[in-house]
């Protein structure tokens, strides 16, 4: 009969078991209620291996599993919350075997699904609270690679990375190294994950469908990037470990390749694992993976397949003891108080037979290295005993579990979902347990350390006193103050009204989770008419500011020498300043003298431009004051030499005073009009001035920067850029410009060259080729120029080149006549001429009909040459002929059936009848069949024959194969 929560919530003693939730029946089929329906009668179907997460809020939620025999996996994502003892179906079609539905890669919609999964899908919870899965089983297409995410907040899934089909091996890459096409192979029973505080996603081993076996690599997905990294281990499957020595991390370290279940994660962001199954052994090896060094280390367990475990008596650590092998450990808890931080896992299936499960709780505490067994017993299938739903009692028991699901609540509880107890029976459970544990089984608890701060912790009554309480691990606080005031507040304030001194007591204690602590802390309040006033030492300040004084002592009263009665005042004139200060019974007083000097005044002019060299003085005046100058320099005055911006600072004891000034040094004009040169045929010659933008004035009155002319003479010019000047003189003379003929356009054979020349020998030259010598050697088709120079005069010419492309004719291969043939050769139409050897012919073409060589020479309309020549080798073949019929009737008259050939090397001749008997064989082509066998002739009719037989083919012996028909008629 199945039992559901609709009973209150009853309190539970520590270290027992209570049925909550679900049926005491097996294979219980799933009430799904309302889609997003939390309510008491909702709970899901008998599950096995479906994943898990705890969310944020402390809720629990599951997705997919098996449900009973066939191993049929849901699609379904449900969420529980123990704070009311209920299930919500969340998501999914609520039917078996669903197939994934995808979208698009990387973007949430309201209609994907991961589709229905089982047998070991990894899960993670991010540092956001999003859900994450990968990999699994299901019963449609296989085992998968896909990476999946699930957002709380919008019900969506988003597939995030994978192939989007099933049986893909994976993408490596390189060790260590990122990249968007790295990507798991495909997997299952891969439960070892993590989420390390940086918000990675970790993952460890599984099993491998296409090998059947078991990975021992280790990934890390980066969200952000959303790219895996193969960070450790080998990049195939079937690995079978190096355990090193334990305790000792090393570079070497790896385990075995295994299904993984168990898995953790301490305070220092290390990875943790225990167990698993290799395909032949189970294990109860305990490791360690630390991030920044990238090691493995064994850390307790043995490296024995199959090991029995060692046990003692219940609640009683040692390290010694550790549990015995198993896989299937899917159910697993972290706890921790403080510095203390353990490990705990329930149940899973024995070394040697699958269908046996185990039902002992166990915890390892990290820091001692030691393992207790906590409840249950280490024989196998201990039976479940569910007592009353939702009451705790010693004798409740989940009994033995195979690939149940596990969550801790908020308040430190551990919770217990499904599984299977018997395997071999299919006893698939959906019942939820609640273990509370006893902090004294191990001993669990952290000591609380009491400390405050107490401001002020003196003065004159009445004295508000503020406390700041700084214990660590403190739940509740009790203070007492010493003069029979009490607070149970974190961080009181308590005002003291008597004279006198009061110890005040902290007491912080813990209950809990962590057991029960408590430490206290004393401190001295002292209270006394000693008031103190301290305005600080006399003081010079700078004209035009302005001095707080602050008599300070809150709370008091004030009397100043300004009449003022307000804790400050401020002075802005010089004189001497006191107070008296009034608190309670307390009286103190203080006098300070303020004095004001001059700030300097600095004024370095305005910004100045000179020419390159000009000597300029800066000062910054104010004298007997001290100065620090941009450069530098600390001088009253400085004398730059180069641009720039210079700023000084004027200092009259604290006053100072700032000023800057921009010098700019112009340089003087650069003015280069070029050397004497020629006037070539009275063209106009331009002169330039250069520098832009300054003023001009030639020797001829113009004020341009350029000056065009075509009259030889003397110019100059004198340029400014304001107070710089400079000039240049130029001389100019008459000049002819010199004469160029390169010749009428050229046609050349392939392979002639030819030099063009210039003339004008000791001019200066400038070809299109680029090189400047009077002449040039021209080898291929083109337009070339040169330019001649002499003076400032230029004369350019230019000549066409074409040079034919190669001429290439041919007669054919050399090969064979035979007596009585006839060879017609030609090298092509077209051509200008023909001249043939040896006959001296003049045609395209000519007949031959003797061996020999034969040559030809064509000219083409541009004169151009091509030679082609042929061998013709006397040689006739043989070939075999076989008559189709014969007439062995003694008449001296196709009497017998034979081959015949010239120049056979090889002969075989075989006949058979019409049933496939070999009648007749020969080797020598001379004779033949005479129609008879063994003596007697054999029947008119048609029989069939074949000639194996190798001839001379002119430059080698091949082998032939003739098969036919022959009519014998007689």
């Not at 996996?73 to 969420?79: G, R, S, T």
């Not at 993408?171 to 940086?198: F, H, L, Q, S």
């Amino acid at each position: 009969m199945a039992l559901y929560s609709l009973f209150r919530i009853h309190a539970q003693p520590a270290g027992q078991w209570t049925w909550m939730n679900g049926s005491n029946t097996a294979n219980a089929a799933g009430v799904f209620g309302t889609q997003g329906v939390f309510a008491p009668g909702n709970s899901p179907p008998a599950l096995y291996e479906a994943c898990e997460w705890t969310d944020q809020q402390g809720n629990f939620w599951l997705y997919g599993g098996d449900y009973t025999s066939g191993l049929i996996p849901y699609a379904d994502l449900w969420e529980y919350k123990s704070s009311i003892n209920q299930w919500a179906w969340i998501k999914g079609p609520g039917t078996q075997n669903a197939n994934p539905v995808y979208g698009t890669q990387g973007i949430a919609a309201p209609g994907n699904s991961p589709g229905g999964k089982s047998w070991g899908v990894a899960s993670w919870t991010d540092n956001n609270g999003n859900l994450w899965m990968f990999g699994g089983k299901d019963n449609n297409n296989g085992t998968f690679s896909d990476l999946w995410e699930y957002n709380i907040a919008t019900n969506e899934w988003t597939w995030m990375k994978g192939p989007g089909i099933a049986n893909v091996a994976g993408t490596y890459g390189t060790i260590g190294v990122a990249n968007p096409a790295n990507n798991p192979g495909e997997r299952r029973e891969v439960n070892a994950t993590w989420t390390d505080d940086n918000n990675n996603l970790w993952m460890f081993g599984g099993y491998e469908e296409a090998t059947g076996l078991c990975f021992s690599d280790l990934w890390m997905y980066n969200i952000s990037t959303n790219e895996w990294t193969w960070m450790k281990g080998p990049n195939t499957s079937g690995n079978v470990g190096n355990w090193g020595t334990m305790g000792v991390a090393d570079p070497a370290n790896i385990p075995c390749g295994r299904r993984c279940y168990c898995h953790w994660k301490d305070s220092n962001d290390d990875l943790w694992f225990f167990g698993g199954n290799d395909e032949t052994f189970s294990y109860n090896d305990l490791w360690k993976y630390n991030i920044a060094s990238n090691n493995w280390t064994w850390m307790s367990g043995t490296s024995n397949g199959g090991d029995p475990g060692s046990s003692g008596p219940l609640c009683t650590p040692s390290t010694s003891y550790y549990p015995s092998a198993r896989y299937e450990n899917r159910a697993f808890w972290l706890r921790s108080c403080g510095t203390i931080t353990e490990f705990v896992l329930y149940g899973g299936g024995d070394p040697i037979g699958f269908p046996n499960a185990y039902g002992d709780l166990w915890n390892y505490e990290v820091t001692s290295g030691k393992w207790t067994m906590m409840n249950g017993v280490t024989t196998l299938n201990p039976a479940a005993n569910f007592g009353t739903i939702t009451v705790s009692s010693a004798a409740n028991y989940p009994g033995g579990r195979i690939g149940a699901l596990s969550w801790k609540d908020v308040n430190g509880n551990l919770w217990l979902f499904g599984g299977v107890e018997s395997w071999g029976n299919s006893l698939f459970g959906n019942d939820m347990w609640r273990f509370v544990p006893d902090s004294s089984c191990p001993n669990f608890s952290v000591a609380v350390s009491a400390s405050f701060t107490a401001l002020p912790d003196s003065g004159c009554p009445p004295l508000q006193v503020t406390f700041t309480n700084t214990s660590t691990a403190g739940a509740t606080y009790q203070w007492n103050f010493g003069d029979g005031g009490t607070s149970t507040l974190t961080n009181p304030t308590h005002t003291y009204l008597n004279l006198g001194t009061d110890t005040v007591t902290l007491i912080a204690t813990i209950i809990g989770a962590c057991g029960t602590s408590i430490d206290s802390v004393k401190y001295v309040i002292v209270v006394d008419d000693n008031l103190a006033v301290n305005l600080g030492p006399d003081t010079t300040l700078c004209n035009g500011q302005t001095l707080i004084l602050d008599a300070h002592d809150p709370g008091g009263t004030y009397q100043w020498s300004t009449g003022a009665s307000t804790e400050t005042i401020n002075v802005t004139t010089a004189g001497t300043y006191w107070v008296v200060v009034h608190q309670g019974s307390c009286v103190a007083t203080d006098t300070i003298n303020v004095n004001f000097v001059p700030v300097p005044v600095v004024n370095l002019g305005n910004d100045t431009s000179l020419c390159a060299g000009q000597p300029i003085t800066i000062d910054a005046g104010n004298p007997g004051t001290t100065y620090l100058w941009s450069n530098a320099a600390t001088t009253e005055t400085i004398s730059p030499t180069v641009s720039g911006n210079y700023s000084v600072i004027c200092s009259n004891g604290g006053c100072k005073a700032y000023d800057t000034i921009n010098i700019t040094f112009i340089p003087y004009p650069v003015v280069n009009l070029g050397p004497d040169e020629s006037i070539c045929d009275s063209i106009n010659v331009t002169l330039d001035a250069g520098n832009p933008g300054a003023n001009y004035l030639w020797s001829n009155g113009a004020t341009t920067e350029l000056l065009s002319t075509n009259i030889p003479g003397t110019y100059w010019v004198t340029v400014n850029n304001g107070p710089c000047i400079a000039s240049d003189t130029i001389t100019l003379l008459n000049n002819v410009r010199p004469v160029v003929d390169l010749g009428p356009p050229q046609k050349l054979c392939y392979g002639q060259s030819l030099v063009l020349d210039a003339g004008n020998p000791g001019m200066h030259f400038f070809w299109s080729t680029g090189v400047n010598t009077e002449t040039i050697n021209v080898t291929q088709t083109g337009t070339y120029w040169v330019k001649v120079t002499s003076g400032s005069c230029s004369t350019w010419d230019t000549v066409k080149i074409n040079i034919s492309p190669e001429l290439i004719i041919s007669l054919g291969p050399d090969t064979f006549i035979c007596p009585g043939d006839q060879v017609m050769m030609s090298p092509g139409n077209g051509f200008a001429s023909y001249k043939w050897i040896p006959g001296g012919e003049t045609t395209s073409f000519i007949l031959v009909n003797q061996p020999g060589t034969y040559g030809v020479t064509v000219t083409d309309a541009n004169g151009c040459t091509a030679e082609a020549s042929k061998w013709l080798r006397d040689f006739c073949p043989s070939d075999m002929y076989i008559p189709s019929g014969f007439t062995p009737n003694g008449n001296g008259n196709n009497d017998y059936f034979m081959a015949y050939c010239e120049n056979v090397q090889e002969y075989h001749m075989i006949i058979f009848d019409r049933w496939g008997e070999l009648i007749y064989e020969s080797y020598d082509i001379s004779t033949g069949w005479d129609g008879t066998f063994r003596g007697e002739e054999v029947p008119q009719g048609v029989y069939v024959y074949k000639v194996e037989y190798r001839l001379y083919d002119h430059t080698e012996i091949k082998s032939h194969t003739k098969i036919g028909k022959v009519t014998l008629i007689r």
